[in-house]
């Protein structure tokens, strides 16, 4: 997969050490010859430094915005970003917009921060973004305006597909008013459901925090005559952080993901499924990603989120529901709590792991835009880091492979046992 | 205040050091011309081992119970009890009742656990208690004819201010069948609102994860513009763990506690107040005790738990529909975000703190029920261990006092400013 | 004990709550007829704000120190101190010396930080000191000519109990200068050894960071054939910090600490002992305080250090040549591990319960300094905050009374047998 | 590369998702045309459940053998072992040699423990290992009787090179023996320097561990004049730990590492840059891998451990005293703290990340064992987990590839500048 470039590279880099703009790395990485591939491999260019750079680092400015949910490490991606710049490639000019999307647009924002080392010293002990963030597309033709009128060269955009489809418009827009504009992206998901990355920041430090919910989870059901715990978890259309979270923390009985849709009643339902645990082991703990048995919740009015993003119907309080009366109506008596942790695993600072991924996410954007690439994101594929084009991403979703470890680990931890049809 | 003696304290302790039966502390400490005492002062019985001992640890056998909801530090108290009498004093046979108060009545319990050192050893790595615990009243005539049928001479009760008036009625029911029973509390409430008492074990632990779950709120409010976050925290009675997570974690903004009854509405209102800051802010924590805001939710059916206690409503679902209302009303963009992270706050194992003093708490109930000392609970004063007779303890609750410290440095802390009204 | 004050208190407090300024705490609590008191009775003023003060908030300049080693909480005193002043008080004008006591001397020191809000915003989040620190006595006429030419009213003197002496040289030499100045200390030590003061700040954050490096000694203790760790932990005078964390871990066998000397060789020494506990259990944990056994290593030439204080000689690596030569010469095999987690303890943030502690300690300090008393430090006696004389304070040194829950803990918690002596 | 079978895979899996025996991934991925590769590629086995089994699981007993120094996660791969084989399989029979390679040997271990569910239930909550852990040899001869005589089918060894080494002489001589056995090894090296595996279990949890230490000795260095902290962490072959760390903390300023050896002394060197830095910014940490300047410190007696590798000398105290000598000499002024946290380091329980990791190679060494797979350790690349054949792991170590992202970032991060040699 190519990835365009704003024009020749000609200036060199103060850097010392240089990758090839040749390299490659196939999207697949297993062989087998019972298994045939039955389309064309996909190709990605290995990010890094390059030898040469487009962009006269004296002469640049960029610009970073991040937008959507928060997810741990935001911080961490823009305090390299603007290290990475300043002290690697010798950009002095570097302006935080802030509010998302909407600070691109001058009468819904404030000033832009100017971005300096000491701005950024300390900011990646604390979670959250220091540039706020927001909901809601980017009005293109204003935001183009603005990156013109404040002569910006390079935007990081860090954000999740939609976001990231909305700075691809912003290439095109530029283009087409003769403005060379780089712009990189850095995929947020804490639900790491981007295609072409293996993982984003942000998941393993929802994961390990996801599991101190269920670790209370589980002493809560475990302290008390036929408890049942339900915990409701991130995940709208994958569920990785359950899987995860599953796995880490060993005590989940029942995980529930989008990827598997369930049945509820009957036999081999998990109603019943559950019931059984309950006399058997007198204590559940339940983990349900917020976007499993969605078909569940037929009916209603379809509602949508200021990033379009469809409104999922509340499993977790739907389930809830439906295990009272379940087991209020076969007289097992029961004490349930729900928990509902996502706010406070998506606001922490990033774990250790998650830092360093965050450091290499944004050394690399940096990398990628100051050799005049545009259009792309950074994706992680076998362990190394690639250039992805914004096109690509936004074809289609990453979702749990229920014949990964991830899964199966899954499955293997819990020994859930009721009727699931994979989608 | 004297403490019931069940007859003379004829066997030499096996321990090395003794506290003096006669040692006492007043209730009251400070000493001030200006405001004399209006009634008589209470002094207390100093804790501590005895110099002799009412049972024959060779032949005495004891039971622990557990009650009400979870708090950190359960298991400490089991194991220092357990240690505290196998190694210190040589008692052999312990018994664990199981589910509370259930565990007495043997038509609604499985056989109590046998409790060894070995049982015990790693117990308070976890949160819960290993003897389970469940809510309501004990049986009084079934329990004595349990204790009586299992010859336990000794009753560690843990558990808050019902289970400990639970506890002094099997005394009573003991002495009038002729058995010499000694009931010994040990004061339970993650709420700290237990009278004569300092300091309830687990309540430090419950402030320091208070803190964390309000720094997650901080982040949230601070990451959005105009961003609220609503922290509902525990506090039925009395607003301890909502003034001292104020404090410790210096982020929020208002604090409501069941002693200061607030205005909503109005110039003067919590909400107007809430709007002034949102304007010249752009960001708020709001953390509000489960007990404040009662009088505010006038009309519907009162309804009870199965421990007897008043079934509050709901204040922080309450607020949140208030607040957005009135944000909607008044057209300032807002994002709220809602916190209810009491089920995380109660299950973690104690911290260094408070293992501490349920070390503390549990040896000193055994020291006092091994010199037969009945129908009290091990209180703190002045950072004295004491014996406090039940029948006080069940006199009153202790509430915030607004002018100690501790409600002083909260509202020092928020600099909050709109109407409330003491209580 | 009366406080010197610096003259009438005229100006109204803008605060609305007050406490008198003749009540009192007794340095006693505990009433025993069979041991009365043989000295008269300590009284000390209670803490807290007054209803007038000597100075006018709109004209005072304050200004901060912070002197010895580090302690978790000492940004969290600056804090609430700037806090306090600027927005309780009204104080503009805050000054932080840098380096210790050096900062008073303008040929050793940059020049103070003006400490606004702003400023001290987040610097409770981390540990150390954002006025850096140092060891050494303060130049009493240079430091006067500093603050008199700085124009300063009041100090506020974090430190140990040199630095407070420090303090009262400090304030009888403004006097003779007729220069009105307030002294204010906070007490400072992480070993918790201050003379009438219950807890002093950073203490039980220590405690808890012990308590988890003792858990890594137990692991690796316990993974081995006859694993011995040895940990050595802060406690020049004081054991406070070793029974506190042997109590909280439940995880030590042997606890040494300054109060108790030990014999080291023959039948009931510790060496001995530990023989037998790694003959009968294969692994142990010894927690030895840094001012333990300092008989045991006579001769040799005194040092001090930069504050004066002895320095001490290393019974940790005395210790682990001893039980090397020792169990080599029993011909036991074992693997010794050595723990030196000091530095580690002590710089990191402050937990919420000296978060607390730290607010109220700095709170009290300004109420005290506003209203015009000096030479005194904020102590703390049966949970009440007090004013303390600092010529007092300098008389003795706290140590663990021998009867106290605290030692007594330690000795149930180890179940230690072998020869010691108390002092 | 081809896995030695023990024979014919005859029994169905009881598993319901397979993995082909033909699927391989190659040991790189990259492509470039600028750098062909030289040498022939390697091609490795993908793990996982097979379809049929050699094993009968009824009938199969399996061993678990833990050597080595501590790790976090041995517990939950011990963990994940046993119930893989209980659960999974229906294997029944499951012993755990104690400490080591020594369990093998009847006359220096006591009895092997039986492992089961419950046993197991709560083992991952520690750190260090149920099974204990000794360092050495094994006693080909004795251990083959040994296991022979119990009917030990399987054996797992978590361990090292030198471990797995062993493990490979065990399989040649049992089949010399006409005893069909299947030794499956989980590589164990903290230090994450096992080629042919991406990222060895504990390494993550030892890098967040290593950067809270980091964390502390910042502060330390910041708080106080010209502070200089000096942390020595693992690494004797390998700077992984170092690099990982020093990225994620990003409070590192010299980052030493055994693959680039460099100059102390002279205007390039070391106490150069790190002069420089003091008078610039009045601070440093140091960061230093225990392999780091063997070259420096030359002469003496060369010693070994128990397993044979050669006794590093102590590059920690070998910098203290010369940065002391240097600062001394050159009359800079400063205070100088050395930490050696790394028992603290690898005696945690693992976080979530190594959780799942020592879940997932636990579970593939179960899977492989059963096939009848044997002479193998579980690896990892690119994502995948592969068979890698013991002998191929014993051919070489790995090193940080100094053009890596890993060590580059720590370049990037430090921004280190003396005279540097990569090996």
Not at 177 to 203: E, S
């Amino acid at each position: 997969m190519d990835i365009s470039v704003l024009g020749e590279a000609r200036y060199p880099s103060p850097l010392s050490y240089h990758v090839s703009d040749k390299a490659r790395v196939p999207f697949r990485v297993i062989v087998d010859p019972d298994a045939p591939l039955e389309d064309e491999e996909l190709y990605f260019e290995v990010a890094g430094p390059r030898e040469r750079l487009f962009f006269d680092p004296r002469k640049t400015r960029a610009g970073i915005v991040t937008c959507g949910g928060l997810c741990p490490g935001l911080n961490n991606v823009i305090r390299s970003l603007v290290l990475q710049l300043h002290h690697g490639y010798g950009v002095r000019e570097i302006l935080g917009f802030t509010n998302g999307y909407q600070g691109l647009d001058p009468w819904r924002a404030s000033e832009p921060i100017p971005l300096t080392p000491e701005f950024v010293e300390d900011i990646h002990m604390e979670g959250g973004t220091v540039l706020n963030t927001s909901r809601g597309p980017v009005d293109v033709s204003v935001a183009v305006d603005t990156l013109i009128r404040r002569k910006v060269d390079i935007l990081f955009v860090v954000g999740g597909d939609g976001t990231q489809r909305g700075g691809a418009e912003l290439v095109h827009e530029a283009r087409s008013r003769g403005h060379a504009l780089a712009v990189v992206g850095i995929p947020k998901t804490i639900d790491n459901d981007v295609p072409f990355v293996t993982r984003t920041f942000g998941y393993v430090t929802a994961v390990n925090e996801a599991a101190k919910a269920i670790s209370c989870a589980h002493t809560e059901a475990h302290s008390v005559f036929n408890g049942i715990s339900l915990v409701k978890i991130m995940g709208r259309n994958a569920g990785f952080i359950a899987a995860g979270a599953t796995v880490a923390s060993q005590d989940v009985n029942f995980t529930l993901v989008p990827e598997v849709p369930f049945v509820l009643e009957g036999e081999n339902g998990f109603l019943e499924a559950l019931k059984k645990r309950i006399l058997h082991r007198a204590h559940a703990v339940i983990l349900v990603a917020e976007g499993a048995g969605q078909h569940l919740m037929a009916g209603g009015e379809e509602r949508r989120d200021a990033s379009g993003n469809l409104k999922l119907k509340d499993i977790g309080l739907f389930l809830r529901e439906r295990i009272e009366s379940y087991f209020n109506a076969e007289n097992v008596p029961f004490a349930l709590r729900y928990f509902d942790p996502s706010y406070m695993i998506r606001s922490v600072p990033a774990s250790a792991e998650d830092a360093i991924l965050c450091d290499f996410y944004a050394r690399n954007a940096a990398h990628a835009a100051m050799a005049g690439k545009t259009g792309l994101v950074i994706g992680q594929h076998h362990g190394v880091f690639t250039h992805v084009p914004i096109d690509l991403l936004a074809r289609q979703k990453k979702q749990l492979d229920l014949n990964s470890p991830a899964w199966q680990g899954a499955l293997a931890s819990t020994g859930q046992n009721f009727a699931q049809f994979p989608n």
